[in-house]
């Protein structure tokens, strides 16, 4: 039996996080999709009416990268680009799919993948340290610990009555 039986709360936070990596999901998603629709456009036009139509200064900082970074930028990098979104939109919807139907594969997944980016969090908070970076650090910190303890305690949740299975890895 690859379906394991969970305990309701246990069920309710996984699949709150299987929402949240569905969301993620969906964000690449679209910003795949629109990388898509500046393929053979003028990129520099597009972010140069972004940036007034958000009332930002051209002339400042981060609106002056961003338009000039819009300059350089080439079809096929757009396709790439576009490309990686979709690969990592796909892998988020997978891990979703598994959370939702409560896959033990799918919770050592997200411990693995939510693992990775701890570092280079951590990194960042003592770079630069931001509230939205220290908010990041935290809610990752949050979701591997919580699926550290949802592993760690399936063994206490497996009920023997289930016949011909055992308990989850």
Do not use: C
Not at 4 to 30: D, Q
Not at 121 to 141: C, D, F, M, Q, S
């Amino acid at each position: 039996m690859s379906r394991r039986r969970t305990e309701p709360a246990a069920a309710a936070g996984v699949r709150a996080v299987a929402v949240f990596e569905a969301a993620k999901g969906v964000l690449v998603l679209v910003a795949g999709f629109g990388l898509l629709s500046l393929v053979h456009r003028d990129a520099q036009h597009v972010a140069e009416t972004i940036v007034r139509h958000l009332h930002l200064n051209p002339a400042r900082h981060y609106p002056r990268v961003f338009i000039e970074a819009a300059g350089r930028v080439s079809s096929s990098r757009l396709w790439m680009l576009a490309g990686g979104a979709f690969a990592y939109s796909l892998v988020r919807f997978v891990e979703a799919y598994g959370l939702w139907r409560l896959r033990a594969w799918a919770e050592w997944f997200a411990i693995i993948a939510g693992g990775l980016y701890l570092p280079v969090e951590v990194y960042e908070l003592a770079r630069r340290p931001t509230h939205v970076k220290a908010a990041i650090l935290l809610g990752n910190l949050a979701v591997v610990a919580y699926l550290l303890y949802v592993r760690g305690t399936a063994h206490a949740r497996y009920r023997p009555s289930d016949k011909m299975s055992s308990p989850p890895l």
